[in-house]
Nanobody, 124 residues
Framework: QVQLAESGGGLVQAGGSLRLSCAAS????????MGWFRQAPGKEREFVQS????????YVADSVKGRFTISRDNAKNTVYLQMNNLKPEDTAVYYC?????????????????WGQGTQVTVSS
């Protein structure tokens, strides 16, 4: 069992930055692929980025390429999402997730555990 808790969301102006954190408790965090997803009102949850257990592979959605960066610190049981040059269309609830899937982490079905989410609002 893994519990995930996101933090770091908030209100920011377009062009600004935020860093989201996802702290994990429970067993074997370092063995999990970790992902960030987001969900805007009225839309489906969409993939943002994923990172394998040893950071050997990172996958990035085209919509955030060059602006967002995922990283992890297995010693701290934490995964991060650095978000730069934020745009109003980045406004959403951001979720972290943990899973043992062997794929690229694009699908919500590859994850077993989810956090409660943190709101990110970008004003124009």
């Amino acid at each position: 069992q893994v519990q995930l808790a996101e933090s770091g969301g908030g209100l920011v102006q377009a062009g600004g930055s935020l860093r989201l954190s996802c702290a994990a408790s429970g067993r074997a965090f370092s063995s999990y692929t970790m992902g960030w997803f987001r969900q805007a009102p009225g839309k489906e949850r969409e993939f943002v980025q994923s990172i394998t257990w040893n950071a050997g592979r990172i996958y990035v959605a085209d919509s955030v390429k060059g602006r967002f960066t995922i990283s992890r610190d297995n010693a701290k049981n934490t995964v991060y999402l650095q978000m730069n040059n934020l745009k109003p269309e980045d406004t959403a609830v951001y979720y972290c997730a943990a899973g043992h899937g062997s794929g690229n982490g694009f699908s919500v079905n590859e994850y077993d555990y989810w956090g409660q989410g943190t709101q990110v609002t970008v004003s124009s």
